[in-house]
């Protein structure tokens, strides 16, 4: 299916502007995150367009093989999802605990 042996997608693939990776401040903020690589849906999505120029479309015509490799990235993209929820979880159980006692507090004061 990659006769010139493409390495796939894996999570720490540079964003690329013709031809020249962006610059991104160096914030570790959830949104730099995200726009300083390629997401998994956005290399699939990338990879399922039908005409890119200098490349043949040879996907397409690999029938069920092609329809087997759909399923198998939409559960990568699934399973990083997954996995970013399990690593940030502790992030956001803290906010939520934080909402809880800001509630609380906020019905204590107006009880008096």
């Known amino acids: 299916m990659f006769p010139r042996g493409e390495d796939g997608w894996h999570p720490n693939i540079p964003i690329h502007n013709n031809e020249e990776v962006l ?50 990235m939409y559960t990568v993209m699934e399973q990083t999802r997954l996995n970013y929820l399990r690593f940030n979880q502790n992030k956001y159980v803290q906010n939520y605990i934080m909402d809880c006692k800001m509630q609380c507090i906020q019905e204590i004061v107006q009880q008096m």
């Not at 610059?23 to 390629?38: F, G, L, T, W």
């Open 23 to 72: 610059e991104i401040s160096d914030n570790d903020d959830e949104a730099n995150a995200k726009s300083k690589y390629v997401t998994a849906m956005n290399y699939f999505a990338y990879r399922l367009q039908v005409s890119r120029l200098n490349e043949p479309v040879t996907l397409h015509y690999y029938g069920r093989l092609f329809q087997q490799w759909i399923v198998d």
